[in-house]
């Protein structure tokens, strides 16, 4: 009698507390359907935490690892302008990297805990970063293609619901302007003013870059597990599907006017839609890359790895300094 009195009593705040959080998450929902920002001290489902921690910090490490495959030709720029150039960019992305680690932080998730995650093949970064860099003219179509695909898909984050992640979003797309720019201009000056051989170097970059960079976008709607819960929550604006069209829609024009060609045979108009129709992506590719063996997988991770490793003594001397402060500031 008396066990059964308190299950019914453990029942009834059950109830309470099942009926307090759907309330809470109801007006959660009506809040992003207003189209208000979220912020860290706000009350949010764990699961949308989960989710925006998975999503920024995948593409904090996106960024950090993107500065490996250009970073590989600083060194062998081919003038000094296009040194300081391709300086100036991966600089920009490892900022880049650091906004978005700090939005990430916010949720109360740790640095530490996030590059663990990356360090130990846990959480993901994009899969265009699995891919090498053979020429120089690699590094112009990475601006072109896969800045111009990054800003495809970071423009609708700029006005993503969670607030620190929208506003770093903001800056990062600025700079990622000037990323395609550059990286496009570099093409157009070779196409216009290059050799034959510097033409063909270009050609062959496109053709290579081209499909990993249709696979940016992730898979396909009917393959995606997140989109359908992120749309609602106001994390993604757009479907993956979305935005690889509009991306090969406006990528075609530019195409023409570099004078190079696009590695799809089936890429065609389509009036009816009023969008260019493109052949089958390789998903089978896709998800060998993200499931780690693309051409540059583990050359990269042993790289990020081995930064971490050596920078320990540099993040000791930061805190025994930030400590030594601490302690003199207490002491005045
Ligand atoms: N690569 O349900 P889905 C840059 C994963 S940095 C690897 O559609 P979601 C730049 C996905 O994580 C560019 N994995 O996922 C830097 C999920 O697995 P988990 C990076 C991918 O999150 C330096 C599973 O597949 N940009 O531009 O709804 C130099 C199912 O996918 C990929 C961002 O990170 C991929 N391509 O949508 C130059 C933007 N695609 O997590 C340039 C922010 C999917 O369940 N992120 N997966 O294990 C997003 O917008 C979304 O996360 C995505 C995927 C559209 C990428």
């Given at each position: 009698?008396?066990?059964?009195?308190?299950?019914?009593?453990?029942?009834?705040?059950?109830?309470?507390?099942?009926?307090?959080?759907?309330?809470?998450?109801?007006?959660?929902?009506?809040?992003?359907?207003?189209?208000?920002?979220?912020?860290?001290?706000?009350?949010?489902?764990?699961?949308?935490?989960?989710?925006?921690?998975?999503?920024?910090?995948?593409?904090?490490?996106?960024?950090?690892?993107?500065?490996?495959?250009?970073?590989?030709?600083?060194?062998?720029?081919?003038?000094?302008?296009?040194?300081?150039?391709?300086?100036?960019?991966?600089?920009?992305?490892?900022?880049?990297?650091?906004?978005?680690?700090?939005?990430?932080?916010?949720?109360?998730?740790?640095?530490?805990?996030?590059?663990?995650?990356?360090?130990?093949?846990?959480?993901?970064?994009?899969?265009?970063?699995?891919?090498?860099?053979?020429?120089?003219?690699?590094?112009?179509?990475?601006?072109?293609?896969?800045?111009?695909?990054?800003?495809?898909?970071?423009?609708?984050?700029?006005?993503?619901?969670?607030?620190?992640?929208?506003?770093?979003?903001?800056?990062?797309?600025?700079?990622?302007?000037?990323?395609?720019?550059?990286?496009?201009?570099?093409?157009?000056?070779?196409?216009?003013?290059?050799?034959?051989?510097?033409?063909?170097?270009?050609?062959?970059?496109?053709?290579?870059?081209?499909?990993?960079?249709?696979?940016?976008?992730?898979?396909?709607?009917?393959?995606?597990?997140?989109?359908?819960?992120?749309?609602?929550?106001?994390?993604?604006?757009?479907?993956?599907?979305?935005?690889?069209?509009?991306?090969?829609?406006?990528t075609?024009?530019?195409a023409?006017?570099?004078?190079?060609?696009?590695?799809?045979?089936?890429?065609k108009?389509?009036?009816?839609?009023?969008?260019?129709?493109?052949?089958?992506?390789?998903?089978?590719?896709?998800?060998?890359v993200?499931?780690?063996?693309?051409?540059?997988?583990?050359?990269?991770?042993?790289?990020r790895?081995?930064?971490w490793?050596?920078?320990?003594w540099v993040?000791?001397?930061?805190?025994?300094?930030?400590?030594?402060?601490?302690?003199?500031?207490?002491?005045?």
């Open positions: 009698m008396y066990t059964q009195s308190l299950s019914l009593e453990q029942e009834k705040q059950l109830a309470v507390a099942t009926a307090e959080e759907q309330a809470k998450e109801a007006a959660f929902q009506a809040r992003i359907d207003a189209g208000d920002y979220i912020e860290p001290k706000d009350w949010m489902p764990s699961s949308y935490r989960k989710t925006l921690v998975r999503q920024i910090s995948q593409h904090a490490h996106s960024e950090i690892v993107g500065m490996l495959p250009e970073g590989n030709w600083i060194s062998r720029a081919p003038t000094l302008k296009r040194k300081a150039i391709l300086l100036a960019k991966v600089q920009d992305e490892g900022g880049h990297g650091l906004y978005l680690y700090a939005a990430a932080e916010t949720l109360g998730t740790s640095r530490d805990q996030m590059l663990d995650a990356l360090h130990t093949g846990k959480a993901k970064y994009s899969s265009i970063f699995n891919y090498p860099t053979v020429t120089w003219a690699d590094v112009g179509v990475i601006g072109w293609l896969v800045d111009g695909a990054a800003i495809m898909n970071q423009v609708p984050l700029c006005r993503c619901s969670y607030g620190p992640y929208a506003r770093a979003m903001i800056r990062v797309c600025r700079e990622e302007s000037f990323h395609q720019r550059q990286g496009y201009e570099s093409l157009l000056v070779m196409m216009q003013n290059g050799t034959e051989a510097q033409k063909a170097m270009v050609q062959d970059a496109v053709n290579r870059w081209w499909w990993p960079s249709l696979m940016m976008f992730g898979p396909p709607d009917s393959d995606s597990l997140h989109s359908e819960q992120s749309m609602r929550w106001g994390i993604k604006r757009n479907s993956n599907d979305e935005l690889r069209q509009k991306f090969v829609d406006a075609v024009d530019q023409k006017v570099l004078g190079i060609s696009l590695p799809d045979p089936e890429l108009w389509n009036e009816e839609r009023g969008h260019w129709d493109f052949g089958p992506i390789n998903w089978d590719e896709f998800w060998r993200v499931g780690g063996d693309g051409p540059c997988n583990r050359e990269r991770l042993a790289t790895v081995r930064a490793d050596e920078g320990e993040r000791e001397a930061a805190l025994a300094h930030a400590r030594k402060q601490h302690t003199a500031k207490e002491a005045a």
